[in-house]
Each structure stands twice: as C-alpha cells, then as structure tokens.
C-alpha cells in the first residue's frame, strides 16, 4: 500500500531558539486532505561515557518539560553546521569535564516520529581524559557514575526511563 | 546541585490536534531568567505483538515529520480518558487486526525530554487472536512479519531506526 503523504502547503506557527512548529497540509493516498503538526528540531548527540574501571557517567537536571529531575547519559543539541563527532566531544566536556580518545558511533535513532523530527546519534566514549568542566553558565546539572550493572538495574526498575539513555545501555552491551 | 526551574510565565503558542506548544519563563537556579520551549503532548502507547511461532508485527508507514517510511511497532495516541491497557488493545486491533489475551505492561519511557512531555508506555502483545482489521480511514500502514533474530539483525543494521521500536525489543528480549 502506498503510504506517501504529498505536502500541499507549509505554515510557519512559531520559529524558536530550540523548535519550529510547521502545520503541513497534506494529500493522503486516499485523495483526502489533512493537516499534520511538525515540530522541527536541530537534532542531537548523546554519548555514553564510560571509564577504564567500568563505570558508566551519567547527568541527572531538571527537565521543564516533564517537570522532573531525569537521569540521562550526557547529550546536547547540535549547533549549525556542527558535525555529530564535533557536538559528541564539546557535550562530553561541557555536561561531565572529559575529553575521549576512543569516541565510537553506535546508531542513530528517531525519538517521536509522530510528530517531530529529532534525529539522536549516539556514541561510546572510552578512554576518558580529564578535562577542564567548559560548563555552560546557565545548565544545572548533576553528574553520577554507576557500573554497568547498576545502570541496568535502574532501567529494570525504572529510575532510568530517558529513551536515548536505555538504547545507549540496551545497544552497546546487550545487543 | 539544586536544578529546579520555577515558571514563573506561561504563554500558549500553539494547541493543535496532536500537540500543543508552550513558551515557560523560568527562574534557573541561579536566578536569571530564561524560557523554554515545551511541547506537550497526549502520551501514547506503543505495543509489540508477538504470535506463537515467534513472529513480530511492525507497521511501516510513512511519517510526515521525518519525510520517509519508518518500521515500528504498532502505536498510537492515548485519547482524553483513556487507560495506557485500553489504548493499547484498541491500537492493536486498528494497527494490525488482533487482540491479545496476554498484554502484559514492560516499561515507560520518555522520548524526548529536552523539550517535549510525550511519554510511551509500552506493551507486550502475546496469546493473539485474529480480529476484524478495525482500521481507521485515514491511515495507511504496512504490516510486516519479522522473527526476533531477523528484527535484532535490522535493527544492527540501521534499517529500524524509531526509539520505541529498538527499546520495546531489547527490553523485552535482552534485559
């Protein structure tokens, strides 16, 4: 069955510093017209840090939008014209102060495909360096390291529930 | 470290059919002022069907904000009221023309916490009986058969690409 929608016309609603939301008037294949909301996002990175002892950094901030502090693997926005290996090293050192001599790419994912765009690339980071914490002024957040075992504890028993965290866990040790 | 933003503003941009987008003037911890982006969102289910012989149920369809098909698990919106269970069933049945006598609750997760609320609740869908394909007018979905083994290996492979789909398979059958 041919599933393509054809967009017929694009409405900007609101243009801001982290999302655009588009409302796109589509052709379905069955010759009828809807409207699709889009929410347009620059994309992001997420690393999995992980030291020569075994131990897994983690961030934990607060998120405004589900207003709850959350446990996530490091992770940033990518800048314009950033390349995702570039965006993966300055998020390392801004969110937990390292810098990585072995940064291995492991998959990119769709976060909600419904109805926003965000695309994730995600990487391993290995041999870590200390490095100066090139904080950003205006992020809080607070870092913690786990074992790998522990970090799957905290998925089977939900105190880690951030998706790209669980599929950083899930795909670099167990798949 | 604290990281709590209290909103102090909160202006509506935006409320749609599927999302609404919302401008929050904060406090950050260290008192200045900042806003942020949030798109709230009904919450949705996601569920994977599994039958006797071990064969998995996707659904390819094209998804307007990525431009492209995607392979996922059955899923849909949670409607006003609705319980994750009852939602669940009722996507099953429209998506793929079953119901389970065997839905047993896996996890929840966030897809994108950065700056939406969506939150998954995921579903394994076992004990299927074929039902009438209850499908809704408006949407046009594939479905296709995969063996666990040949689904891990598309998801290696980068063919299955969607955050709910590769969680809900490593959570159920890796963790």
Redesign the interface.
Known sequence: ?????K?IKNKN??T????T?D??T?I???D?I??????R?PG?VAILPIDNSGNIYFV???????DS??I?IP?G?LEAGEEPIECALRELQEEVGYTSNKLTYI?????????????IYIFKAEDLRKSKLNKD??E???IYKYKVDEA?EM??N?EI????T??AM??IF??
Chains 1, 2 share one sequence.
């Open positions: 069955m041919n599933t393509y929608e967009t609603i609101y801001g510093k982290v999302v939301l409302i796109e589509v379905l294949p069955n009828k809807a409207e699709r909301e889009i929410v996002h992001a934990k901030q607060y998120r405004k939008a589900i502090e959350l996530e992770a926005k998959t990119r994912i769709f976060t909600s495909p419904g109805f926003a765009d965000e695309k002024d205006d809080f957040i607070n799957f998925i089977k939900g529930t951030d998706a790209k669980i599929i899930l795909t167990k798949l």
